[in-house]
């Protein structure tokens, strides 16, 4: 922790946890001792995110993309978010966290949304640290339904077609209701977006480490935020340090 800085810490943090399905092959396990293991993960990192004092962080759990995998995987990991949200009641509350998720939810089988709607409710007022679960997620998906929404509006005559710029996109973009991204983190050492937070994560800082979901700790995501201090972000003007 010593390596963070108190100022110019990123204010919202997204993680796309991936590496859950290596690591238990890695021990001769099935892909759903992998899925345990990182909602471990979640519950530690959650911890250290709001000891930090973030903003918010968003965490890539499921994407739309995930419904593909074999159904017992599927529902391996439906189980698990369910006892995530139940057994995390208390620690969210009582830490003055507020709970949202993003994704198409609807899709989310029933005793799922059971957990997870109170959970909602109960904690939308608590303003330590909005915790954004990204469920059913998807980043194209999120900016076509934006898309469908301004149009809708545009054919009712409530807006005209010229209105349709970048703010009054992102005002539809639920993901960036916290405010952009300011820095990526990936684990499981692919390198790349996989349809997590695309439009907001247009000047986004990206962090990629080869350490697999369960495996991460607090000291990699302080290696994460100081490599981020370090950086200068410019979006697209000249730097600082230029002379
Ligand atoms: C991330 O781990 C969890 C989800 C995508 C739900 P994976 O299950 O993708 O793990 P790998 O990438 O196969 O190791
Ligand atoms: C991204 O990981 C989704 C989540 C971490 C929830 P994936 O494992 O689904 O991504 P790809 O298939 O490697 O791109
Ligand atoms: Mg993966």
């Not at 110019?8 to 943090?13: D, I, W, Y």
């Not at 159904?71 to 830490?95: C, K, T």
């Not at 684990?187 to 990629?208: C, D, M, P, V």
């Amino acid at each position: 922790m010593q390596l963070i800085e108190g100022r110019n810490l990123p204010r919202h943090v997204g993680i796309i946890m991936d590496g859950n399905g290596r690591w238990a092959e890695l021990r001769g396990e099935r892909r759903e001792a992998g899925h345990k293991a990182g909602s471990a993960a979640v519950r530690r990192i959650v911890r250290v995110g709001r000891r930090l004092g973030l903003d918010a962080l968003t965490l890539y759990a499921f994407s739309e993309q995930n419904w593909a995998r074999p159904p017992g995987e599927v529902d391996a990991l439906m189980g698990l978010l369910r006892e995530y949200l139940v057994s995390e009641w208390d620690e969210i509350m009582g830490n003055g966290i507020r709970l949202v998720a993003i994704g198409d939810v609807s899709r989310l089988p029933e005793p799922v949304r059971d957990a997870l709607d109170p959970l909602r409710s109960a904690s939308s007022h608590n303003g330590a640290m909005t915790l954004a679960l990204a469920l059913s997620y998807g980043g194209r998906e999120e900016i076509a339904t934006a898309a469908r929404e301004l149009a809708a509006e545009a054919v009712a005559g409530r807006i005209t077609p010229d209105q349709i710029d970048v703010a009054a996109l992102s005002a539809r973009i639920p993901s960036l209701s916290v405010g952009d991204p300011d820095l990526i983190i990936r684990t499981g050492g692919e390198q790349r977006i996989s349809n997590f937070l695309l439009f907001g994560a247009a000047y986004a800082e990206l962090a990629f480490t080869d350490r697999l979901w369960p495996d991460f700790t607090e000291d990699d995501l302080f290696a994460a935020i100081a490599s981020y201090q370090r950086r200068e972000r410019r979006f697209g003007r000249v730097g600082v340090k230029t002379p």
